[in-house]
Nanobody
Framework: QVQLVESGGGLVQAGGSLRISCAAS????????LGWLRQAPGKEREFVAY????????VYSNSVKGRFTISRDNAKNTLYLQMDNLKPDDTAVYFC???????????????WGQGTQVTVST
């Protein structure tokens, strides 16, 4: 069974840090590009970052580049997103998902998790 379960969201002040995690089923984790996407209230789902199966490549959206770091622990089947210098505009539900092609386009992601809420206060 393919499964993705996010955790670690919460409330943090602007300028603070938070690390969110995504536990994935082994079959999915070993073979796919994994990414983080987010959706703020009233907005469309947007790409945040992705990492390939062996961490040879990471890609970030311009809005988070230099502040967020995506990583994966293949031994633990877990994907992470370290978020530093958080801004109120980062407030959203964050989802992890798997992708095979065009991984900067949210429409190409499948096997979504349920999401974890990140709220950044001023």
């Amino acid at each position: 069974q393919v499964q993705l379960v996010e955790s670690g969201g919460g409330l943090v002040q602007a300028g603070g840090s938070l690390r969110i995690s995504c536990a994935a089923s082994e079959r999915l984790f070993r073979n796919d590009v994994l990414g983080w996407l987010r959706q703020a209230p009233g907005k469309e789902r947007e790409f945040v970052a992705y990492v390939d199966a062996f961490e040879r490549a990471t890609v970030y959206s311009n809005s988070v580049k230099g502040r967020f770091t995506i990583s994966r622990d293949n031994a633990k089947n877990t994907l992470y997103l370290q978020m530093d210098n958080l801004k109120p505009d980062d407030t959203a539900v964050y989802f992890c998902a798997a992708c095979s092609v065009s991984c900067m386009d949210p429409t190409f992601y499948g096997y979504w998790g349920q999401g974890t809420q990140v709220t950044v206060s001023t």
